[in-house]
């Protein structure tokens, strides 16, 4: 497929390109108005022209007039908040503190009246 654009787009890809699960990707269908995914011999696909349209009214901050795909600087800058926002759900990996002991109550007994 040299010099022509892809006409889909994957769910592995969908979820690399924003950094998020397949879970979020249907919320968004369901309720920011993602265009729906159709199956495809057994891979779930998007239609690359709708994803791209969506994001210039929802993302308009990836685009700058022209699709990231073509504009290498803005592509280079999508990949590296990718990346930042990898790290962030990674965290520093630093081992995180353990919880302080629950105290312990003591129960009042209750004395069966002789």
Known sequence: MVGKKKQTMTSEELC????????????MERKK???????FSKALVWSHEKVMAWEREHMPHLHAGADIDEN???????????????????????????????????????????
């Open 16 to 27: 690399e390109r924003y950094g998020v699960t397949l879970r979020t990707i249907h919320h």
């Open 72 to 114: 290498p600087e803005q592509l280079a800058e999508w990949e590296k908040h990718a990346r930042m926002r990898a790290l962030d759900r990674e965290g520093t990996g630093e081992a995180e503190p353990e919880p302080p002991p629950k105290k312990k109550t003591k129960r009042s007994r209750s004395r069966k009246p002789k």
């Open 33 to 39: 108005g993602f265009p729906l995914g159709s199956i």
